[in-house]
């Protein structure tokens, strides 16, 4: 069993809906958690950090970590064209190199 | 500001050949990472350096190889290339010391063994 585990996709939707994108993991001393973006042919770019159980909100993107389940979330709300890209979570424990997810791949169909 | 800046962007080489990969990072940044991506494995970390020490060392065989110079530009090494080193060849850099503070990547270099 990989450490950080993501679903592929691809996961297709229509403009404006929101979109669900998860990770699980094994690992429970993994505190740090991150969510990037990766447009095709470019490199992957920080999206939203956090390091606490709970919900992080920044304009449409919510990211989402429950530690009890060794799960998080990253909400895309009115998703938009622009946001298709590839979505990898990334997480680690203090001192430690990031661990990624192998990425989801999200299409928004205008 | 200039961001990661990584040559060449692509490239084709021969299994049993060598290739030198070249990362600049962003000005003021001193840490840089290397990671490879392939759509198997995703992103799996090679090494990190700081002030021209590798600090960290992924899971990877002893092909391959990286250095960091007095500026923070640092290149990677693969020696006797084999078909499974096809990937993309991704840099990063943060501003302090390994571990700490937001990675910022470059555009990668996309490595195809034939």
């Known amino acids: 069993q990989k450490e950080v585990e993501q679903d592929p996709g691809p996961l297709s939707v229509p403009e404006g809906a929101i979109v669900s994108l998860n990770c699980t993991y094994s690992?429970?001393?993994?505190?740090?958690f991150m969510w990037y973006r990766q447009y095709s042919r470019k490199g992957p770019e920080l999206l939203m950090y956090t390091y606490s159980s709970g919900n992080k909100e920044d304009g449409r993107f919510t990211a989402q970590v429950d530690k009890s389940s060794k799960y998080i979330s990253l909400f895309i709300r009115d998703s938009q064209p622009s946001d298709s890209a590839t979505y990898l979570c990334a997480m680690s424990i203090p001192n430690t190199p990031l661990v990624f997810g192998k990425g989801t791949r999200l299409s928004v169909i205008a | 500001k200039a961001g990661v800046t990584q040559t060449p962007r692509y490239l084709i080489k021969t299994r049993g050949q060598q290739v030198t990969l070249s990362c600049s990072p962003i000005?003021?940044?001193?840490?840089v990472s290397w990671y490879q991506q392939t759509p198997g494995q995703g992103l799996q970390f090679l090494f990190e350096y700081f002030s021209e020490t590798q600090r960290n060392k992924g899971n990877f065989p002893g092909r391959f190889s990286g250095r960091q110079f007095s500026n923070s530009r640092s290149e990677m090494n693969v020696s006797t290339l084999e078909l499974g080193d096809s990937a993309l060849y991704l840099c990063a850099s943060r501003l302090g010391p390994p571990n700490t503070g937001e990675l910022f990547f470059g555009e990668g270099s996309r490595l195809t063994v034939l």
């Open positions: 000005s003021g940044h001193r840490s």
């Open positions: 690992n429970s001393a993994f505190q740090y």
